[in-house]
């Protein structure tokens, strides 16, 4: 369990179809699946690894524990340690792995990419700190688009179906994957979520992300974009403490903005802030409760939909 | 933060890499703009290598200074921080190190 922000492995993690009632527990997909695989080098050791991956063998003996095996070189034959250890010249032996370790998000995050660029679907990555009017934005946006464009949503939280229900009430089907203390949505759970609410050709699916400045920063999903909505209500410093989600966004939005003469918020001072740390960070100033500023948040929907057509037909 | 999910897929990686063989000591490439602290890394690090094949192993973090182009003027900038300015003024930076959040190798125990 993690201390600061209650991160676990253990968490089960749930995907429930609002429209079917249907809920499915899945593992966290972040570790990897158990796979026979060992890199081998040149100066030590046995190799086993399965045909899956592609990579180097080099010119020394190896094993393969599913079909057949060969030994070219008995000095390489890890069933001998002493001469192993004479040729390594020490008891251990440094193997390169090279390996990013969010590789496996980042696999799965272009798997779900090209999924979306087949179907000209626009994916959006919606991030913020808790509160900041994510689900209301959603709401709205659905309420006054659903019968220009088809759009689906994919919610994360911790806990409860709370804002599945709310976008479900607004006419927009919906999947709530709850995280349990997982404090971030991962690739592969925005993909078990497209395998139950199969979002249609040319649709938007819009993925709510846990409330968190932090740690969605780092975990790709396959989105075309990711949007950070920052409402009047909190500092409008947060593009310069969290510059990693900032710089990050293509597209901020300051919610929330019919509060503004009420707050010490300087929108101009924030904007400002978030160019610092993204200089193409493009802002929306908007109210979902007034309407003020929707029609700039919808056209620039309609401009990236527009725009993932086009990229599909070239 | 995430450390500790991230300590977790890189006690993972490495197990399965290392295939039962008893792990000495892995080495990690963190960059210094990555958001991930290598202290918080090395605290769960002990936690989580415990039972299992790197239980004990010791944990080698290179960190990698921000390194950018700037867009403008081509020069190379040093970055400490996410964002920041060219001598020239322009924040059009390209970034070409400090991001980096590889485990870059294992030291195995010959029996």
Known sequence: MCVTCGCSDDAKVTVTNLQTGEAQAIERPTQPQAQALTHDHHHDHEHAHRHDRDHDHGHHDHEHPHDHSHDHHDHHEHSQPAVLAAVAGMHAVTVDLERAILDKNDRLAERNRAWFEGREILALNLVSSPGAGKTTLLERTIRDLKNEIAISVIEGDQQTLNDAERIKAAGAPAIQVNTGTGCHLEAGMVRKGLESLKPGFGSLLMIENVGNLVCPALFDLGERAKVVVLSVTEGDDKPLKYPHMFRAAELMIVSKIDLAPHVDFDLDRCEAMAREVNPNIRSIRLSARTGTGLTEWYDWLRASRAQGALTAAQ | ?111
């Open chain 2, 1 to 111: 933060m995430h450390e500790m999910g991230i300590t977790q897929s890189i006690v993972a990686i490495v197990a399965e890499q290392a295939a039962g063989r008893k792990v000495k000591r892995v080495t990690l490439e963190i960059g210094q703009l990555a958001a991930i602290m290598p202290d918080a890394i090395r605290f769960c690090f002990d936690v989580v290598a415990q039972g299992s094949a790197l239980d004990g192993a010791a944990l080698d973090i290179i960190e990698i200074p921000g390194r950018a182009r700037c867009q403008d003027c081509g020069a190379e900038v040093a970055l400490a921080e996410v964002y920041g300015h060219c001598g020239c003024g322009s924040r059009r930076l390209e970034r070409l190190a400090g991001q980096e959040l590889n485990i870059k190798s294992m030291e195995l125990e010959i029996a």
